[in-house]
């Protein structure tokens, strides 16, 4: 009897001993308060690019403009030809075909400047495509009287797990 006696004190010391560290111990849960996903932002640029028909100067064949000075000149001492009589004649034909070829000239390049053909382009240019990325959640819990927030990478639900004083922030395995 005697025996039985130490046996079940020793028995019940243990146990409560036991039981006394676990409660020492503190929670094996902390009380999640709230819980928000992290997201962030990603922003991927890409190339748009499109055909456009351009109105360009067409090339120019005569840069100098040397077939309307010519023609010019031509036309201008023609015509000044027929204004006075010997050597006045001459300083008309002069005059007139300097002028005329001035004239030409000019009339040419305001040609050439109004000459205008259509070109397809291709024009490109950078957009960004937008996309929301998880980060992970900000995670508001209660461990005793003390609050506080953690990143996690799962949402853990109604309460985290505490494993000698600490949270446990991995996920527990799946049994099913």
């Not at 995670?139 to 009287?145: A, E, I, T």
């Amino acid at each position: 009897m005697l025996t039985g006696v130490v046996i079940g004190a020793v028995s019940v010391t243990a146990v409560g001993g036991v039981a006394g560290y676990k409660m020492m111990a503190g929670p094996s849960y902390a009380e999640v308060i709230k819980v928000e996903e992290v997201k962030e932002t990603v922003r991927t640029p890409r190339q748009v690019c499109e055909d456009v028909v351009v109105k360009k100067q067409a090339p120019v064949k005569d840069e100098d403009r040397i077939a309307g000075t010519a023609i010019g000149a031509v036309v201008g001492g023609l015509l000044g030809n027929q204004i006075g009589d010997g050597r006045g004649k001459t300083l008309a034909t002069v005059g007139g075909a300097v002028a005329g070829g001035y004239a030409g000239n000019r009339i040419q390049a305001n040609m050439q400047a109004a000459d205008t053909e259509n070109v397809k382009e291709t024009r490109c240019k950078t957009v960004y495509d937008t996309a929301q990325k998880h980060v992970g959640y900000d995670v508001k819990y209660r461990l005793g009287d003390k609050e506080a927030v953690v990143r996690m990478n799962y949402d853990p639900g109604q309460r985290i797990p505490v494993k000698d004083g600490q949270l446990v922030l991995t996920p527990e395995p799946d049994n099913s």
